[in-house]
């Protein structure tokens, strides 16, 4: 298990200096002068040239690129262009409504998806089934903007159960925590509910044809321990692999969420930041999301393990 874990760990380092060396190169392969868009069309050359020196466009590439690792190997991400804020301190200050937004969406979506996915396998054929993959396609189809437009009509304008927009600390009270999240992790939980419930009804009844499956029937274990127990055990490790790959689908959407319910989250500082050409809040918000991705299939590589112990090997 060892061995396998620090070869996991290991893997890991030459995707996050590519991961850092491409988002580093942001500030060179935007269009145009980004020292003058920044600046902005009243500024004199003189002023142009102070932004070029803030960004470092007047050193080489490769020094730039050293200088910036070596900060982020100490915690410095830089410091904001437009507000004059360490970056690490502003996204510190955004972390808690997206990362509160994501952890409930993926715990709404793997308790929804996941017990879909396997009734719809065991009753094959069925209405109910039918009724799953036609909620699967939908969920696939409508966009993340326009289920959250949908869901703040019904239940927030017309209903005023839940409020339109916002969000509540978690210090502040569990409910009124949820009740700014559970709109937006309902609209971003489509397409992840979709894409989960689609690949565990897949995978289930391919385990469901199995020998060893049938082997249990005839011993007369129920349908219960067949589904639950030897069926969806065999099935996790592709379930894991589409959970852990669709954290992409939450840190895209959760972007588009924040701004449709007005979160202050990480998702609106990175718009304000592409609208603002803020470079150095763009790299560290990018470089942070990189980084939560590649740990996350890390940790999905490790729950494989769990599942099938011939993998560690």
């Not at 050359?45 to 020094?63: K, N, Q, S, T």
């Not at 689908?249 to 609208?275: C, H, K, N, Q």
């Amino acid at each position: 298990m060892l061995p396998y874990l620090l070869r996991r760990i290991v893997a890991t380092v030459p995707v996050m200096a590519v991961v850092a060396l491409f988002v580093f190169s942001l500030l060179y392969v935007s269009p145009g002068d980004p020292a003058a868009v920044i600046c902005g069309d009243q500024c004199t050359p003189a002023e142009v040239e102070r932004v070029r020196g803030v960004l470092g466009l007047d050193r080489p590439f490769l020094v730039r690129f050293g200088e910036w690792v070596w900060r982020i190997g100490q915690g410095d991400l830089g410091q904001s262009i437009f507000t004059n804020l360490p970056v690490s301190t502003m996204i510190a200050q955004r972390i808690e409504p997206t990362l509160s937004l994501m952890l409930l969406t993926l715990v709404l979506a793997v308790g929804i998806a996941v017990p879909l996915g396997v009734v719809a396998a065991w009753k094959a054929g069925s209405w109910l089934d039918r009724g799953v993959m036609g909620l699967a396609v939908l969920g696939f189809s409508v966009p993340v903007f326009v289920v959250g437009y949908i869901l703040a009509y019904i239940f927030a304008l017309e209903l005023q159960w839940l409020p339109v927009q916002g969000y509540t600390p978690i210090a502040r009270g569990v409910w009124p925590w949820l009740q700014n999240l559970i709109l937006p992790a309902v609209a971003l939980g489509g397409i992840y509910i979709a894409l989960i419930a689609r690949i565990t009804r897949a995978t289930m009844l391919e385990v469901l044809g199995q020998d060893y499956v049938r082997t249990a029937r005839a011993k007369g274990v129920g349908q219960r321990g067949i589904l639950f127990v030897h069926a969806l055990k065999n099935a996790a490790v592709p379930v894991v692999t589409v959970i852990g790959l669709g954290v992409a689908l939450l840190i895209g959407g959760a972007v588009v969420t924040e701004s449709v319910f007005a979160i202050p989250g990480l998702g609106r500082l990175t718009v304000d930041a592409i609208l603002r050409r803020d470079y150095p809040v763009i790299q560290g918000v990018v470089l942070l999301f990189s980084f939560v991705y590649v740990l996350v299939n890390l940790g999905v590589d490790l729950l494989y393990t769990l599942f099938d112990p011939r993998i560690r090997y």
